[in-house]
């Protein structure tokens, strides 16, 4: 029996971890699987465990108000080191680039325990944007023993900065394989506007930015930039997911609030999501995984960012990279929305970042590790 820890922190780390988490449960022959979640984020954390029936069997619950990036490092870091020496896991995984992210593959380091990192090698190539993920992801990556790049392009990153080939595994994105989960599940909306707007047919735009590197300035843009949007298009309603985070929900809420056919909502469960990306008509957002989760919904996507690690889609036109300009963003919003081929084309392009397998893939990767690889257990590639 091989031990895998598994460790999580905040939405996108359960999202991206659940698919894998469920195929070493489903191994129960020959892994014991152990989920530690620190709590980094509480309740978006918690809404997807809930979804997906994943009960962590143990909880940091490190979360404060107004929390900084020195207490959850240090917090979070101290917490692991006695887990790691109770357990003592053979095989310690993490996922993105979360600050839990980089803290739980230091702390398996530091027990030299070795470290699988899902969704490894991805980069913008600027140190400061998205801050600090850049660097978390960097750091994890040069500490990890297995690598899970989800595409060529992040296995050439890999390369480039010296990991040796044979730690590196071409997956796909995990976020594919919990979005075809989601997807497959019984779904109707509890939020009553939210219901209405979808089960009449009423063309809407989906709406996400919280990334630190928005805040103030930037922030401020893309609000100016919807309400423009909505005074030309009367007829198309904007849904705006607000994340909690002070410097995000005060001024979203000081712009957009009184704004009529703008939906100013709490971030939902993650199905509700999902489901609100399947029938939105377009995307606007500053998240990694809707840039990997909206081409296999044929969802075109313009990416509230200077800089993305997530190239792929901007290079086979899936999404266009607006950053935070007003008029870029409303120019491009409103040749989507008024040129039928332009959209047409970005729709209907295959998804570069995965198939929904990335997670076989993975557990296959694990085993071939620990040298328990066998052609029973499915055609790897």
Known sequence: MKKILSIIGTRPDAIKMVPVIKGIESRKDIFKSIVVVTAQHRQLLDQVLQVFSIAPDIDLNVMEEAQD?????TRILTELKSILRNEKPDLVLVQGDTTTTFVGALAAFYEKIPIGHIEAGLRSHNKYSPYPEEMNRKFTDTISDLLFAPTQIAKSNLL???????KIWITGNTAIDALFMGLSMDYRFEDRRLRDIVESGKQFILVTAHRRESFDVPLNNICTALLEIKDKFSDIEIIYSVHPNPNVKIPVHKILGK???IYLIEPPDYLCFINLMKHAKLILTDS???QEEAPSLNKPVLVLREVTERVEGINTGSAILVGTDKQKIVSETIALLTDK???G??????NPYGDGKASERIINSILKFFGLYSQKDGNFE
């Open 69 to 73: 990036l020195y207490y959850i490092t």
């Open 160 to 166: 480039r900065e010296g990991v040796l080939e044979e």
């Open 259 to 261: 704004s009529q056919g």
């Open 288 to 290: 990694g995984g809707m």
């Open 341 to 343: 081929d332009k959209y």
């Open 345 to 350: 084309r970005m729709s209907n392009l295959p």
